[in-house]
């Protein structure tokens, strides 16, 4: 079949009313044959559970892929029920009869199925397929594991309202292959939401590209609109990014039917379409889309209550709807900047390369489909979702214009998991000793999946052989005190980039309150949304932009939710100003004023001193944020905003006050001196002289401080700080910090264009207290989440893993055992989860914040590689992953040694136990590498040759590029000539497993700084060719900061003490996937990725513990002791100075050393030499030498 053909197929099938003969002969050309089994149930055959929702059910055929089972089914809901609603029963009714249950002969993989619902133009096309787990059997068969077994439904939402421009992109291609039939798999990733995802992300961005280009052009020309942008601080990045979230949010509303609604209609029956009815001129003429239209609905029709909601511009109703989304970005002056943005911005005839029509932002637009689902782990709309939304806005956040990188987003599996585990960790301390945890987890996990059945025994008024309660005994009878604690949660992320955890808690709370049975008027999904914004979700990020994505994404989340709503007009959008929030979440202290919580002994929470009057200015700040989140007219808001500025104002005063005491009693008794003077004048001039000199004293100024934190707090500047217990001043006050913090903060080294950075943390209470040389960012955000979280409060976070034993992290891993208990690590390894970071090693933690820990730490730990996909990580986290350990380690031997090593073992199943018994045997009958060796690292030159970098500073050195400085080649050395500081250089790829390449075509100029320079003329004439480039290394420490303190512009090292590399040597790559070590006795230098070991215990010879370090028994000690970055060890000063070493008689090494000569002969003559065997009697030696049993030398030789 050619591709126009297939075309044909899905648009009359997809683009019309269900129509059955149509969807038949669809499927069957989709998966070239089908068996015929036809058959049609009503309503006496559906179980009880479905019988709201379903009126009948029928198959229309079977096929199989050679493995799989998948039926085609035809679902026609009740008439009162939705295709947009109860997804839940509908995914579990074919779950049911794919089990077996019910309809089905016999169990099926999956299904393809049709959902529809009578009267409605649109339908839903879905592959519904089985989670199934296995168990075998005592008498060796295998079968479905007992157990509550979930489905996942993917669908397209179809029809005569509907695009079909992604079924088309999906689905084409399995139509034109005649050749081969699908299996489950490509049907699968025909319903793949991440394709979608990457293609909708490509079109949006650029959008914003185009849009952003367009409005610079625009402002560039026009003085009154530029001079307006400055005035306010406008950018148009972020202006450009608002219109385009703008336009996507009021997709997501129309299709509610909420937007040009007539004037005596109900709410709801909008047009689907009524932007694209706006441009065509349907509801009034326009000369300039933008100016004309889009600007007066967004700030007008949108952002004002009007009595009636009726819109005379546009002649019909449209909702006001607040919430600071339509509000002009910082107030810009939109109803007197004429912003003539081109029409063709937003819709025009151009032909795209993939052969549509239009490129403007409506015409993308209106290719795509737009669901108001919200995705869950069971259930995916191939369209673009609220989830997929945040996706894309994430990944625009670092982009500025056309060279900009996009960041990258936490895949929604991850996000899941982390949500439900916090949520779980949360409930089970708050209901310790009332709730089992297993119970708990069952209702967070799958309390959806079993509300059915709870309905049904509710509503026959006893459980039946057919129906019972799925959730304990232990959840009903506590379910309203569970309801309360989820209610009452207190949730932060503190780098919130789109919002995606918060969402995600959200959407965890609000499904385990629906679940629980509590007779209660009301208990709709939006007032739980409702309530869970308003009282339970906090976040805080230092990018204004990805503040205002963050809202949009909790107002989405929201708005989706408001159904039945007719007669009754959408709610406005609750204002998030004091929920959500700009500024530096590791930077507390404003001017030296610090705001920390204080305990009472007795326990009560104090924040500062008089707890009385404290109490009272908390209490008036929570009422007037309260009070701002409901929704206000415009002035109302504005209003209640400076009344909430001055409630904070008061209680910074308050504790500046308290923290500044002499200052102010000193400001007193100049008040009161000025006030004795009868003239005002002179009163005034003697205040402000007396003042002006107290300022000096203190070096502080109060006014300054006030006026700043007042503009900072109004927002009229990007706030580099960030008071936690000032701006969340209630949950602090009433619960002593979050009782959980979540999310995915920044990964930011020291180097690069982030050393300022770094060094004004140093500056800080946080970096005083956890700064080290070797920071990355969000070793800070570990510890400001153990700040504001209260006392057995949870933290989860994703980052890499390295924190787990980098010797720079030790201050992190010693607050975390000092402060908390971790209660699983998910230790991802090689397998990258992002697609677009680089160097990734994730790792999940879970964190809590407790000093009496009595609870094991949970660990998986993976062993695959390459780029995680959807499936692959619900494996590892679902504990159904054979290539992934899981086991337990107690929180007492979580760490080791003074640095607090936290120490994982990878892929090793039920043995982790057996190899901690193995390496601890190694250690008690050895001593350590640095008791009998000398460790050295190579040489830091910090100028080997000449590169474009150092060119472009220095533009005398234009014709230099490659040019040797400290380290020449042949052709250089002829032209400097013989000398003895002239010395062979070697690269760490020259070092092979026992024997290095020996042969050098490389020179450094080995100079310390007591060397008399004069006295090698040539070398100093080269040398001073690159004065000016030398002199621009990197001074701040080591070596070279020591020779430039000499004066020693030249040098190397500040003196002759130093490694002599002549010796005989081991010498080692600092990274390496197997432990390889390599002995020369010749002269050897090498660079700072090189390590260097030489015999300070002469009974000891180098080449019986080269024979060790090399052996399959030290790869494991170096896999699992040492350091590693995923599966690349790290072979630096500090793990290799922790190896042991087994001292004995120069008599016993001897069998080692003879082996090591031989290898060494052999590989000297040919170094493709094959001394396996050679090298396996070593590793028969080694395991003697610590006298190993069978079982460990299988460990062993397994890991290898």
């Known amino acids: 079949m050619n591709k126009q053909q297939a075309q044909q197929i899905i648009e009359n099938t997809f683009e019309n009313r269900f129509d059955k003969e149509r969807f038949t002969y669809f499927v069957k050309n989709l998966l070239n044959r089908i068996e015929e089994a036809h058959f049609d149930y009503n309503i006496i055959r559906i179980p009880d559970a479905y019988k709201p929702f379903i009126s009948r059910y029928e198959r229309i055929g079977k096929y199989s892929d050679g493995e799989n089972r998948i039926d085609i089914l035809i679902v026609i809901l009740k008439k009162e029920t939705s295709i947009e609603r109860a997804w839940a029963m509908q995914r579990n009714f074919i779950a049911g009869y794919l089990s077996g249950r019910y309809g089905s002969d016999k169990e099926k993989d999956a299904a393809l199925v049709a959902f529809v619902s009578p009267e409605e133009d649109d339908w839903r096309f879905s592959l519904v397929k089985m989670d199934y787990r296995f168990e075998e059997r005592e008498n060796g068969k295998i079968k479905v594991k007992e157990e509550f077994t979930p489905a996942r439904r993917y669908s397209f939402l179809v029809g005569k309202n509907e695009p079909n421009h992604t079924a088309k992109q999906q689905l084409v291609p399995l139509l034109q292959d005649d050749e081969n039939n699908p299996t489950l798999t490509r049907l699968e990733n025909a319903f793949n939401i991440e394709t979608v995802t990457k293609e909708f992300f490509g079109k949006y961005h650029e959008l914003f590209l185009w849009t952003k280009e367009t409005i610079d052009a625009f402002v560039f020309k026009d003085n009154k609109v530029r001079a307006d942008f400055e005035t306010k601080a406008v950018n148009t990045v972020d202006f450009a990014k608002k219109i385009l979230g703008q336009i996507v949010f009021f997709y997501f509303l129309q299709k509610k039917g909420w937007m040009g609604v007539k004037r005596d209609a109900d709410w709801g029956t909008g047009p689907k379409n009524f932007l694209r009815e706006l441009f065509e001129g349907n509801h009034g003429n326009y000369k300039n889309f933008f100016n004309d239209i889009l600007e007066p609905l967004f700030y007008e029709a949108l952002a004002r209550e009007r009595d009636d909601d009726f819109y005379s511009r546009f002649n019909c109703k449209i909702p006001f709807l607040n919430g600071g989304l339509f509000e002009p970005i910082n107030d810009y002056n939109w109803k007197h900047a004429d912003i003539a943005l081109s029409n063709e911005l937003f819709s025009n005839q151009i032909k795209t390369r993939e052969g549509d029509i239009g490129t403007g932002i409506m015409d993308v637009f209106d290719r795509y489909n737009f669901t108001v689902k919200e995705d869950e782990p ?355 006050h009433n619960k002593g910090g979050f009782d959980v913090v979540i999310g995915n903060p920044p990964y930011v080294g020291h180097k690069g264009g982030h050393k300022k950075f770094f060094q004004e943390m140093k500056k800080t209470v946080l970096g005083k207290m956890f700064n080290n040389e070797r920071m990355d960012l969000f070793y800070y955000f570990f510890h400001i989440a153990l700040n504001n979280v209260k006392q057995k409060g949870e933290i989860a976070f994703i980052t890499t893993n390295y924190y787990v034993t980098a010797d720079s992290v030790v201050k992190l891993r010693t607050d975390f055992k000092s402060r908390s208990g971790i209660r699983k690590l998910v230790n991802f390894n090689e397998l990258k989860i992002f697609d677009t970071a680089q160097g990734q090693h994730s790792m999940l933690t879970f964190l809590s914040k407790q000093y009496d820990v009595s609870f094991d730490c949970a660990v998986y730990s993976t062993k695959r590689t390459g780029l995680a996909d959807s499936e692959m990580l619900k494996k590892i986290l679902n504990r159904n992953d054979e290539e992934t350990a899981y086991y337990a380690i107690k929180q007492s031997e979580l760490y080791e040694g003074e640095m607090n090593y936290i120490r994982l073992l990878c892929g090793i199943g039920n043995n982790q136990l057996l190899i901690n018994a193995l390496l601890g045997k190694i250690k008690q009958q050895s001593v350590s590498l640095s008791q009998i060796c000398d460790l050295s690292q190579g040489i830091v030159t910090g100028l080997d040759k000449i590169s474009r970098k150092h060119i472009i500073k220095f533009l005398s050195l234009s014709d230099q590029k490659g040019a040797g400085v400290f380290v020449v080649n042949d052709k250089e050395k002829e032209i400097i000539g013989d000398s003895p500081l002239l010395k062979p250089w070697f690269k760490n790829s020259d070092i092979d497993k026992y024997n290095p390449n020996e042969t050098n075509n490389q020179w450094i100029i080995h100079l310390n700084a007591e060397i008399n320079i004069d006295r090698f003329r040539n070398i100093k004439k080269h040398l001073l060719k690159f004065k000016e480039v030398i002199e621009s290394r990197n001074y701040d420490s080591g070596e070279l900061s020591k020779a430039k303190k000499l004066n020693a512009w030249w040098a190397l090292s500040s003196s002759r003490k130093e490694f002599d590399f002549s010796l005989p040597k081991i010498i080692s790559p600092q990274r390496s996937h197997q432990n390889i070590f390599a002995y020369t006795e010749k002269e050897w230098v090498a660079s700072a990725d090189v390590y260097f070991i030489t015999s300070k215990d002469k009974t000891l010879s180098l080449k019986y513990i080269l024979a060790l370090l090399n052996s399959a028994l030290y790869f494991l000690w170096f896999y699992f002791r040492g350091k590693r970055k995923g599966d690349m060890l790290e072979l630096y000063l500090t793990p290799l100075s922790q190896v042991p070493i087994k001292k004995i008689p120069l008599s016993q090494q001897q069998p080692f050393i003879t082996l090591v000569s031989q290898i060494l002969s052999l590989k000297k003559s040919n170094p493709q030499a094959d001394t396996s065997e050679l090298e396996a009697e070593i590793d028969r030696l080694v395991y003697e030498l610590y006298g190993l049993t069978p079982e460990e030398i299988e460990i062993v030789e397994g890991k290898r």
């Open 378 to 732: 069971l259930e995916k709309e191939v369209a673009v979702d609220p989830e997929m939304l945040g996706k894309v806005f994430e990944n625009l956040l670092e982009v500025r214009d056309r060279k900009s990188k996009g960041t990258y987003y936490t895949p929604r599996e991850i996000v899941h998991y982390m949500c439900q585990q916090s949520l779980i960790n949360y409930l089970t301390t708050e209901l310790e000793g009332k709730v089992n945890k297993n119970d708990i987890e069952m209702l967070i996990k799958c309390g959806e999946q079993v509300d059915e059945n709870k309905a049904i025994v509710e509503a026959k008024g006893r459980e039946t052989d057919t129906y019972s309660y799925k959730l304990s005994e232990s959840i009903r009878q506590n379910a309203k005190l569970i309801d309360d604690n989820l209610a009452d949660i207190k949730v932060c992320d503190l780098a919130i980039g789109s919002g995606a955890f918060p969402v995600g808690m959200m959407s965890e709370i609000v499904k385990a309150r629906k679940v629980l049975s509590i007779k209660e008027p009301d208990r709709t999904i939006y007032r739980f949304k409702r309530e869970c914004i308003e009282k339970s979700l906090y976040g805080v990020d230092i990018d204004p932009g990805a503040v205002e994505i963050a809202k949009l994404r909790l107002w989405l989340s929201l708005v989706v939710d408001e159904e039945n709503i007719n007669q009754i007009k959408p709610n406005p959008l609750p204002n998030l100003d004091y929920k959500i929030m700009q500024g530096n979440s590791l930077i507390e202290d404003f001017h030296g004023i610090s705001l920390n919580l204080k305990k009472k002994e007795k326990g009560n929470i104090k924040l500062f001193a008089e707890e009385s009057k404290l109490d009272r200015l908390i209490e008036d700040l929570h009422y007037k944020q309260n009070a701002l989140f409901n929704p206000t007219h415009p002035d109302d808001k504005k209003r209640l905003k400076e009344a909430v500025e001055d409630a904070i104002i008061n209680i910074f005063h308050y504790e500046l006050q308290r923290q500044k005491e002499p200052y102010f009693r000193e400001l007193e008794n100049i008040k009161e001196a000025a006030s004795r003077f009868p003239n005002p004048k002179h009163q005034q001039e003697h205040y402000d002289d007396g003042k002006d000199k107290l300022d000096k004293k203190y070096s502080f100024d109060f006014e300054t401080v006030e006026n700043e934190l007042r503009e900072w707090t109004h927002g009229n500047k990007v706030r580099p700080f960030f008071p936690w217990k000032l701006y969340f001043a209630n949950v602090f």
